[in-house]
């Protein structure tokens, strides 16, 4: 088995007497795609957080690479951030910058390359994505929410990551333009070879992008198998979740 590229430990985490994360443990490898199923306000973001570094955590440890990371600073954590691309839940693109300027910004503000230089690659990455050249020079609130997501996934891989995360990347998309991403989604991390990491709410994407599946509940990591098994997991918790019945042991979070 290929060795890890990122691996949490233990990871827990609280908010003063609220225990958010209280052990978890998951990892993902070059090449794999890995989904986390779980409830609202179940911990994924923070647990997203905390393997980005934007947030430490109380006790555990993240790994990158063979390296332990978790309180790196400084020039270590720089050269972690330089080799993960990170898509948002809401898109976050920069409303000022044109869609080229957004998808380039990496590569001008913190590679220091020529924006003509980038510029090339921006244009080249939206290809990628299936968006013309004429689209690069419009304004994020002059194209659709499917195309922005678009934009937003061409910014999280012109740097060629070697991790992803993928935050929410379906939500607020119709069906047919939620599996146009998870297509692009499985080119990008089949084409790079990346590790992708995408938390989701949307079952049918996450069967689609899945190599594995795990389910976050009450701090921790309680299945995973191959997303092919997720409808017959033999754990009541994920089969409620993921046939979404009110009925079972979770408890609605309303
Ligand atoms: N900075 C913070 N300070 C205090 N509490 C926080 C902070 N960040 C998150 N929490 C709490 O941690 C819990 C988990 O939040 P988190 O955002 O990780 O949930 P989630 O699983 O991503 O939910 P959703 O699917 O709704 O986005 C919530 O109860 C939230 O209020």
Redesign the pocket.
């Known amino acids: 088995m290929t060795a890890s590229l990122l691996k949490l430990e233990g990871v827990e985490k609280s908010?003063?007497p609220?225990k958010?994360l209280r052990g978890v443990d998951i990892d993902v490898a070059p090449g794999q795609s890995l989904v986390i199923i779980?409830?609202?306000?179940?911990?994924?973001?923070?647990?997203?957080?905390n393997a980005l570094g934007l947030?430490s955590p109380d006790a555990g440890r993240i790994v990158f690479d063979g390296q332990d990371v978790t309180n790196a600073k400084g020039k270590t954590r720089e050269a972690m951030r330089a080799r993960i691309g990170m898509l948002f839940?809401a898109g976050a693109l920069f409303d000022s910058l044109t869609v080229w300027e957004n998808v380039a910004f990496r590569l001008i503000n913190s590679e220091g390359m020529s924006r003509r230089q980038a510029k090339e690659r921006a244009i080249e990455t939206l290809k990628k994505v299936r968006l013309g050249a004429d689209v690069g020079g419009l304004y994020p609130a002059e194209i659709s929410g499917g195309m922005q997501k678009r934009v937003s996934l061409a910014r999280s891989i012109i740097s060629e990551p070697d991790l992803i995360f993928f935050d929410?990347p379906t939500t607020g998309l119709d069906p047919i333009t939620a599996d146009a991403i998870n297509d692009l989604i499985l080119e990008m991390v089949r084409g790079l070879g990346a590790a992708a990491v995408t938390?989701t709410?949307d079952m049918a994407s996450a069967t689609k992008i899945a190599d594995e599946i795990a389910m976050?509940l009450d701090g921790k990591i309680i299945w995973r198998g191959p997303a092919k098994d997720v409808y017959a997991s033999g754990n009541e918790y994920v089969d409620q979740f993921v046939n979404g019945r009110a009925e079972g042991p979770i408890q609605p979070?309303i």
């Open positions: 908010f003063g609220k958010v779980g409830g609202s306000g179940s911990g994924k973001s923070v647990m997203l957080k947030m839940q929410e938390i709410h976050l979070a």
